[in-house]
């Protein structure tokens, strides 16, 4: 294989880094923060590879400045940060990866969901602080037991969670573009959105972010919803609005809220959401074990390797634009 000139905008695995590094040039941005766009946008005039994870936008902008790119490969499944239209116009494939996170997301998922509803964090915080002994009465939670979960986008992940829910004695309801016509084998209900607002005691979000997900969640949803209920966002931090969510939190208009992520994103450590007693947000970590971000990382490198070789991505998002398998 020829050495193909390849831009990394972060630092990837070391399986991954050395087989990526064994058939290219590679140029790698290796600071915290996203490359500064300038710079990405002078390193890409000759690259033929582009390997990502949710720092940059690939838009028109971008692929104008990168004529001579055969492939866009990302370490994630969400894509909102790719004009995949643009990649599919000028004959690029994008290759995300889907599948090898599916069971640690929902894990992740679950847990927050868990971990909001008996208070565990809450409960070490009571212990290392030295109240177990006290008087003071530990955090209570609520039984999952017998209640109502709604699922927002019953995807592979939502799956995966009904999967955890049902073996909590929780009932499924489920949103979706959608009904899934194995839903009977995830014993989940198909219902309107509305439905699912009112019903739920827990909803979980796990739609991925587009223009028609986008501030999903406001106002008007979260009035809809029980005062006991639990919101759990696992998808992206801007299908909420942020501000809304907070009123919804402070005035008790609903119970709780656990977030994997935000708007913005980071959250910075004085944000108001903060400040609330009623909420928990861990910094985007559905999909971070190191065997799971390991597999992303694997999946991302044959995307983009068989993308230089003009060979078909495995998993390619817009598939009309994919290599054939074993061509030239
Ligand atoms: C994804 O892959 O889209 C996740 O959000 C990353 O953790």
Not at 227 to 242: C, D, W
């Amino acid at each position: 294989m020829a050495a193909y000139k390849v831009v990394l905008t972060k630092e990837t695995w070391p399986a991954a880094m050395t087989r990526i590094e064994q058939h290219c040039e590679v140029k790698l941005w290796k600071e915290a923060e996203p490359i500064p766009r300038k710079l990405l946008l002078e390193w890409v005039k000759d690259a033929e590879g582009l390997l990502c994870a949710g720092d940059i936008q690939v838009d028109e902008e971008l692929l104008t400045h990168a004529p001579g790119l055969r492939v866009v490969a990302q370490s994630m499944v969400g894509y909102d940060n790719i004009d995949i239209d643009a990649c599919t116009r000028r004959g690029i494939p994008f290759g995300n990866t889907p599948g090898v996170l599916v069971e640690a997301t929902a894990d992740l998922t679950f847990a927050l969901l868990l971990s909001a509803a008996r208070r565990i964090h809450e409960c070490w915080d009571f212990v290392r602080s030295g109240n177990w002994g006290s008087d003071a009465r530990p955090p209570y939670g609520v039984d999952l037991f017998g209640k109502t979960l709604g699922i927002v986008g019953m995807g592979d992940i939502g799956s995966a969670v009904a999967r955890r829910a049902r073996a909590s004695g929780l009932n499924i309801i489920y949103y979706n573009r959608s009904k899934r016509m194995d839903d009977t084998l995830l014993e989940a209900r198909y219902v309107d959105f509305s439905e699912l607002l009112e019903e739920s005691d827990f909803i979980i979000c796990l739609v991925p972010l587009s223009n028609r997900s986008r501030g999903m969640f406001g106002a008007a949803e979260f009035a809809r919803m029980k005062p006991s209920a639990y919101f759990i966002n696992a998808a992206r931090g801007a299908i909420v609005n942020t501000v809304a969510l907070y009123e919804a939190l402070k005035s008790k208009q609903i119970a709780y809220a656990a977030l994997d992520v935000t708007d913005p994103e980071p959250i910075s450590g004085d944000h108001p959401l903060l400040s609330l007693p009623n909420i928990l947000i861990t910094p985007h970590v559905g999909s971070a074990t190191y065997e799971t971000r390991n597999r992303m990382a694997d999946l991302a490198a044959d995307n983009l390797l068989a993308g230089l070789l003009r060979q078909a991505l495995p998993t390619c998002v817009n598939a009309s634009v994919n290599y054939s398998l074993g061509a030239i």
